[in-house]
């Protein structure tokens, strides 16, 4: 399974970052770097509580990050 993290600036000055492949993973950062951290900490999370609740069975993952 591969995810991708995207990013924007928004216009207020702050960072978005999104997971498309997992529903609701996303997460704003003062940098896009931070940004891009919080997501992806929280998609590892939202993985992990699939695997708990037996959602989802153990599969090899790759997490992309963009160069900023």
């Known amino acids: 399974m591969n995810f991708t993290i995207e990013h924007e600036r928004e ?3 702050r960072w978005l970052a999104e997971v498309p492949e997992l529903a609701g993973v996303l997460a704003y950062g003062a ?7 919080k997501a992806e900490v929280l998609a590892l999370r939202v993985l992990a509580e699939r695997l708990e609740h037996n959602e989802a ?4 993952i790759s997490i992309a990050v963009p160069a900023t």
């Open 11 to 13: 216009e207020d000055g």
């Open 31 to 37: 940098t896009a770097a931070e940004a891009m951290a």
């Open 57 to 60: 069975g153990p599969q090899s």
